[in-house]
């Protein structure tokens, strides 16, 4: 390919990139997740205009929090992707840098949807090591379970304090698909590592 059709290819990847996470975030209005309000172009290209969240990320806000405050932001974190789910998209890239916490009382709101993809859909490329479920690795479709997986991921790091299998690049992924997940700190054996060892359940 030359550099004249690659730049081409990149251009119109981009812009099908873009429309698909217009088309998301027009999708998602009443959800809790950051809202639409805009298109316009720049330079000749497309950009989307965000609302502004006042807040920090996720992985700034909890280690402030009380256990208590961190189950509750988890619960309603939980609430947000499953209306994310119901309005028949997958975010595809849930990580506690792509939650913005305000308040108060503390609230999460979900951002960047640039990997996001409608249920049953083909999923991009694009996730994150540590809050990727195993079967990214064996197929490229949007499922509830990708999200419940990474949700999963976040609420370990979130309620322990580190994340289940801290190894990043290759051995992360293995270590997402082979290993099985260690004890909830602070929580062991209880309703509430239940919950989140569910959510990390093999597929």
């Known amino acids: 390919m030359c550099i004249r059709d690659r730049v081409a290819h990149d251009r119109a990847s981009a812009a099908a990139a873009l429309a698909t996470e217009r088309a998301a975030l027009a999708a998602l209005a009443g959800t809790g997740a950051v809202g639409l309000l805009d298109v316009v172009t720049v330079d ?5 205009v965000l609302e502004h969240l006042d807040g920090a990320t996720l992985r700034e806000v909890a280690p402030r929090l ?7 932001l988890i619960a309603q974190l939980a609430d947000q992707v499953d209306a994310i789910h119901r ?3 997958v975010h595809g890239d849930l990580k506690p840098d792509n939650v913005i916490v305000g308040g ?4 999460p ?4 949807f640039g990997a996001a993809a409608p249920l049953g859909a083909a999923l991009p490329g694009l ?3 540590g809050y990727r479920a195993p079967e990214r690795g064996r197929a490229s479709t949007a499922t509830v379970a990708i999200d419940v997986y990474a949700l999963g991921a976040i609420a370990f790091e979130v309620l322990g304090g580190a994340p289940a299998f801290p190894s990043s690049g290759r051995l ?3 270590a997402h698909r082979d290993r099985r997940v260690p004890a909830l700190p602070g929580a062991a054996g209880s309703a509430l590592e239940r919950v989140v060892r569910a ?3 093999k597929a």
């Open 199 to 201: 959510a990390l359940a």
């Open 109 to 112: 709101r979900v951002i960047d």
């Open 104 to 107: 108060p009382p503390p609230t």
């Open 44 to 48: 000749g290209r497309p950009a989307l």
């Open 172 to 174: 992360g992924v293995l």
């Open 66 to 72: 009380s256990m208590a405050a961190r189950v509750e």
């Open 127 to 129: 996730a994150t090591t």
């Open 87 to 89: 309005v028949g998209w």
